[in-house]
């Protein structure tokens, strides 16, 4: 199946910095890539829709001043946290969608985000 | 109503078990279905993917759809301690989103 590399895996940051997660499709084109958090013992919960070469769409909810992605090509998509406090902590998880098969998600390995 | 149920378990089991994964959903639109595997602190794996009623086999793992009354099945038999995971059922309307039911966790003792 198709690889989806995300890192880094962990991330521990103070509270007030910035942290960058970086989601790559290694081996197929992503034109639409997901951002999901996951809280313990809890499914996925969407957080955006990623689009190369146009603004990310937002779920409810959702900061977007906060939570700044970025897709700037077919293969890469990132999200940067800004400003992180505590209430950030959280699992995060890209996925994409391979050109090919438009209902096919293929996930990154996470990020496991901790602000001190 | 949800869109889909997904029991959360935990559901354990003693190896070599048949286990049996289920999920309703009530959008009748949905037109493909699929199963993830989430162990933790990991990303989801696809495990099953299908299109139409009926059932799929991949070695020890057998997705069932019946469309007619909007429920979906993960059958695992000969069940391992490694297939310890969460198990998410997955449904796509051919479109964008993909809508995932809450996860269930299962436990294969040895």
């Known amino acids: 199946g198709a690889v989806v590399s995300q890192h880094p895996s962990w991330v521990i940051c103070k509270s007030g910095t910035s942290v960058k997660i970086e989601c790559r499709s290694l081996d197929f084109q992503a034109t639409t890539m997901f951002w999901y958090r996951q809280f313990p013992k809890q499914s996925l919960m969407l957080m955006a829709t990623?689009?190369?070469?146009?603004?990310?769409?937002?779920e409810q909810g959702v900061e977007k001043d906060k939570f700044l992605i970025n897709h700037a090509s077919l293969t890469l998509s990132t999200l940067t946290v800004t400003s992180a406090h505590p209430e950030d902590s959280s699992f995060y998880i890209c996925?994409?969608?391979?050109?090919?098969?438009?209902?096919?998600?293929?996930f990154g390995s996470g990020t496991q985000l901790s602000v001190l | 109503q949800k869109e889909v149920e997904q029991d959360p378990g935990p559901l354990s089991v003693p190896e070599g078990a048949i286990v049996s994964l289920n999920c309703t959903y009530s959008?009748?639109?949905?037109?493909?279905f699929m199963w993830y595997r989430q162990y933790s602190r990991k990303g989801p794996e696809l495990l099953m993917y299908t299109y139409s009623s009926g059932n799929k086999e991949d070695g020890r793992f057998t997705a069932q759809v019946d469309k007619s009354s909007k429920y979906i099945s993960l059958f695992i038999r000969d069940s391992q301690p490694s297939d310890s995971a969460t198990y998410l059922c997955?449904?796509?309307?051919?479109?964008?989103?993909?809508?995932f039911g809450a996860g269930t966790r299962l436990f294969v003792k040895a």
């Open positions: 990623s689009n190369e070469g146009s603004k990310a769409t937002y």
């Open positions: 959008n009748s639109a949905f037109q493909y």
């Open positions: 996925s994409a969608r391979d050109q090919g098969t438009n209902e096919k998600l293929f």
């Open positions: 997955a449904f796509n309307t051919g479109g964008f989103k993909t809508i």
